[in-house]
């Protein structure tokens, strides 16, 4: 009688914890220059609490600012909109920022051409460079009717943007309007890419001053939107412009400033941010794996060892997380290696309706320790690595065949041996020379 009465104590408990944890997940801490921000970008922060983010606002520079208590994270992620921040503050720094990505955490950075050193530093650390305080993205080709002066509000064709479904949404003929300043990456560093560049007639400069000397980017070099993310499959977002988040950017309507330019009834940007900000929270491309067997052809159980030549059967589950739910990954490009130290087999992975990877392939001749790897890298989706090591042993002498088809001319010059030695020791031994007639 008394376990029933808790019963159902027990089940509210467990579904406030397991609420709990999903708000957890979704605890975001937002740094603004000034907490007019919430008005002129409502619309963005509205949307991310319509998909269940619980945003907390505070000054960059509030005293009581920090990431972590106790050493654990106060938040699953960091949107930085305050660009003109000369130093954090509380116990926020860029090693504190750097510290909470490399433990998972998401960040979004938004830029413009008063952006300080804190920020710079930031983006140094990630792998990119913005340009000099007080310059501008400028295009006098691609650029918005409404600017009538420096051509600042540059409006960025689609093919400019990355060709991803995940990171930028779904592809269309709306230009997307940016006014801020460009970034330049670094080529040695492969985790970061760019999502948004400029066109072929934009540049990087002092609007207010006459160029005389080669501008820090020119081109499709000028990136204005940059994502990076870590082997912890950490992602953080940089782009230079702050207003392209705004209200007036997200809705205004927009048309081309050359002569008789196409008119939009808006821009991308409200497309293209939520379709990126789903990506930097990690809500669109994030993969999972479970299930991963390996055994015998013709077997189901898996093997504690395997022998050299032996025919293996190997297959994962992989799952992707859409709209909350995680649902079977349908992909091409997912393959097996095989490997000790270097790869001695690469086979692909076939997936079938539940997300089920599987091949069979036939071990090399070759003993040792040995790992089943499937490490599956595409843009737009979290990396996802799985390893099973096995061991691999030579044939015993009893797996050994006892007569092969290439020894049969030696195994004849054996026996022909043998027979002419029998041959020889019979004529030997029991031949006798003739006696001559003298005797």
């Known amino acids: 009688m008394a376990s029933h009465m808790w019963q159902p104590i027990v089940l509210v408990v467990a579904l406030c914890l397991c609420t709990g944890f999903a708000e957890a997940d979704r605890r975001t801490l937002v740094l603004v220059d000034d907490l007019n921000v919430t008005y002129t970008h409502s619309i963005f922060f509205n949307s991310l609490r319509d998909r269940g983010f619980e945003l907390e606002f505070l000054p960059a520079d509030s005293p009581g600012l920090s990431l972590a208590r106790y050493g654990e994270f106060l938040y699953e992620n960091l949107i930085i909109f305050s660009p003109a921040v000369t130093e954090f503050g509380g116990s926020v720094d860029i090693s504190a920022i750097t510290n909470f990505i490399d433990n998972g955490g998401n960040v979004l950075v938004a830029g413009s051409p008063s952006l300080d050193d804190p920020l ?63 970034m330049v990456l670094d080529p040695d560093n492969s985790l970061i890419t760019s999502i948004v560049t400029g066109s072929s007639t934009t540049y990087s400069h002092d609007a207010s001053e006459s160029i005389t000397e080669y501008p820090h980017a020119v081109g499709k070099s000028t990136v204005l939107v940059a994502a990076l993310q870590g ?108 490997q000790c130290i270097d790869p001695f087999i690469r086979a692909p992975l076939k997936g079938n309706k539940d997300g089920v990877f599987s091949t069979k392939i036939q071990l090399p001749d070759q003993y040792g320790v040995f790992k089943f790897l499937v490490d599956f890298r595409s843009l737009g989706y979290t990396f996802l690595v799985s390893s099973t090591q096995i061991t691999v042993r030579p044939l015993t002498h009893l797996m050994y065949e006892r007569f092969i088809m290439c020894a049969y001319p030696y195994y004849a010059s054996c026996f022909s041996m043998m027979v002419g030695l029998v041959i020889f020791s019979a004529v030997y031994l029991f031949h006798r020379e003739p006696k001559s007639k003298a005797e």
């Open 231 to 338: 082997f912890n499959n950490a992602r953080v977002v940089f782009t230079g412009s702050l207003d392209m988040f705004s209200d007036e950017f997200l809705s205004s309507p927009v048309q081309q400033g050359i002569a008789g330019g196409r008119q939009f009834e808006s821009a991308a940007n409200a497309e293209f941010i939520n379709s990126l900000s789903k990506w930097v929270f990690k809500e669109n491309g994030v993969l999972r794996y479970s299930n991963v067997q390996h055994h015998h052809v013709g077997e189901s159980s898996p093997a504690t060892y395997y022998t050299v030549s032996d025919n293996v059967e190997y297959s994962i589950r992989i799952e992707e997380l859409v709209n909350g739910q995680w649902q079977p990954f349908r992909a091409s490009g997912v393959q097996l290696e095989f």
């Open 120 to 182: 710079r530093n930031l983006a140094t650390e990630c792998g990119l460079e913005f340009d000099e305080e007080n310059t501008n993205v400028i295009d006098h080709v691609n650029f918005d009717s409404a600017d009538t002066g420096r051509h600042t509000r540059v409006l960025v064709p689609s093919k400019n943007i990355v060709d991803s479904s995940l990171i930028a949404g779904k592809r269309s003929d709306k230009p997307l309007l940016y006014q801020g300043i460009g």
